[in-house]
């Protein structure tokens, strides 16, 4: 039983890192023409390889956060929507 102990540290950070190893993260700010940040802005991260697409919406402050992506090269792209 110690020795099953002694293991569960190390096999939990084998895990975790294992995992981490395998994902992605993309984070940024969408800013208007006049510097400004951009709210609700559409952003896609296209896997140019696999072409799975994720899109999330900026936030208040022009933020966006996409993660848990599969390793890869990714394309990015803006879509702003206005309602006039």
């Known amino acids: 039983m110690r020795l099953q102990l002694r293991f569960l540290p190390l096999m939990s950070a084998v895990l975790l890192l294992g995992s981490v190893c395998h994902s992605a993260t993309i984070t940024g700010t969408v800013k208007g023409v006049d510097g400004a940040p951009f709210q609700s802005a559409f952003v896609q991260a296209q896997n140019t390889k696999t072409r799975i697409t994720v899109s ?9 956060h996409i993660e848990q992506l599969p390793a890869g090269e990714y394309r990015l792209t803006i879509i702003e929507y206005r309602i006039i």
């Open 56 to 64: 999330v919406l900026s936030d208040g402050q022009g933020r966006y």
